[in-house]
């Protein structure tokens, strides 16, 4: 049972324009989720979260949004830039279960064109 | 380095034998997850520990697989008597954990290979 999904494996972006990366879940006990950027060989690397008493979050060039009545987060990008080329992880978590063990995502692989 | 440390980076064992994987949170963090990520997939949770505790226990398999995190040292991941399925990357985080909702932050992982 995939709880987090990721339906697009790959995408592909220019430069410049903005990079539109989707995750879906369907466990409505989860109540924080997170991006996690990674590149072959090392860990995932911790890129912005947001709690489900949000809709929105931004941090620079990045920035999530969450639809909980469609169970649906979007993390956007934008400018995009070629070295944001690497593998992105949707997370989740569900705080009653007071362990904050995360569910992933299969990852979708962005590729940035210079 | 003030990050999670994770060690050996890479390794190699014969089916039949033992694997360790070793772990250190990053300073200040006392909560220690385990996660394993087979081929293209994503990464699926193991095992969350705290100095001397097992938390959570629902990801491991039911048998050849421990965890502990003892109060001096790392968190080791134990796999006894590996078989070729058991070929993954491992990956330890660490989280302070002072509120529920905080990011845990990854190591580089371990990628075992067996033979």
């Known amino acids: 049972d995939q709880q987090v999904k990721q339906n697009s494996p790959s995408l592909s972006v220019q430069e410049g324009r903005i990079s539109i990366l989707n995750c879906d879940y369907t466990?409505?006990?989860?109540?924080?989720f997170l991006w996690y950027k990674k590149y072959p060989a090392e860990g995932p690397t911790f890129l912005i979260s947001i709690s489900s008493i949000k809709d929105k979050n931004e941090d620079g060039r990045f920035t999530v949004f969450l639809n909980k009545s469609a169970k649906h987060l979007s993390l956007h990008i934008v400018p995009s830039q070629p070295g944001d080329s690497a593998v992105y992880f949707c997370?989740?978590?569900?705080?009653?279960?007071?362990?904050?063990?995360?569910?992933f995502g299969q990852g979708t692989t962005l590729q940035v064109k210079p | 380095n003030a990050g999670v440390m994770q060690n050996p980076r890479h390794l190699v064992r014969r089916r039949g034998q033992e694997a360790r994987l070793r772990c250190s949170p990053m300073k200040g963090h006392s909560h220690v997850y385990w996660y394993r990520q087979l081929p293209e997939e994503g990464l699926k949770f193991m095992v969350y520990l705290q100095k001397e505790n097992i938390i959570d226990e629902s990801g491991m398999p039911k048998e050849r697989f421990s965890a502990e995190f003892p109060k001096e040292g790392p968190s080791i991941l134990r796999i006894q008597q590996v078989v070729r399925g058991d070929s993954a990357a491992y990956f330890c985080a660490s989280s302070p954990r002072k509120s529920l909702n905080q990011p845990q932050h990854f190591g580089d992982g371990t990628r075992l290979s067996i033979l």
């Open positions: 466990n409505s006990m989860f109540d924080y």
């Open positions: 997370a989740a978590s569900a705080g009653s279960s007071n362990t904050g063990k995360l569910i």
